[in-house]
């Protein structure tokens, strides 16, 4: 079964190199700033963390978080693997210039907040937000598609 992440960023920094303080923005003048808050965004109700688990295709984000983290990058996928004590191995991977690239990862190391409320970390103390909105298909046969606001 393929399984398919559109990935929606409202926040900052999926992969955990920013505090998720507030949402990113540009000022009159290109320049990012964080705006005082997170927006207060409903999670998914039929979330189950153990069927989440295993390889998701990425097939939208935003153009910021594009350009931010994954510039130049094809064939995004996210591998997602349930380690002891309730921690998330998170390995994001891409073809680096094109579907035949050279393979860029990312190993992170994720954690269930509140049901569908999770955080991600690509090293270091700091965590974003990784919160599963929406999803498509039932836990019993593994999810489908999942909509996530990071």
């Known amino acids: ?7 929606t ?15 990113a ?3 009159s003048n290109g320049a990012r700033r964080l705006q005082a808050s997170c927006p207060n ?3 998914a109700a039929n979330f189950d963390l153990v069927p ?3 390889v998701w295709y990425e097939i939208a984000d935003s153009k910021d978080f594009k350009e931010f983290f994954e510039d130049d990058l094809y064939c995004t996928t ?12 998170v390995d994001n991977s891409g073809r680096y210039k094109g579907p035949t690239g050279k393979l860029k990862a990312a190993i992170g190391k994720g954690m269930e907040v509140d049901g569908a409320k999770l955080k991600v970390s690509f ?16 836990a019993s046969d593994g999810f489908s ?6």
């Open 25 to 27: 923005h540009a000022d």
């Open 78 to 89: 996210a591998n997602y693997t349930l380690e002891t004590a309730g921690y998330v191995q």
């Open 1 to 7: 079964m393929s399984r398919f992440s559109l990935l």
């Open 52 to 54: 989440y688990m295993g």
């Open 123 to 138: 090293g270091g103390p700091v965590y974003a937000p990784y919160w599963v909105i929406d999803l498509m298909g039932e």
């Open 41 to 43: 965004v409903t999670v």
């Open 145 to 150: 598609v999942a909509l996530v606001w990071s």
């Open 9 to 23: 960023i409202v926040g900052v920094a999926f992969l955990g190199t920013a505090c998720c303080l507030g949402a």
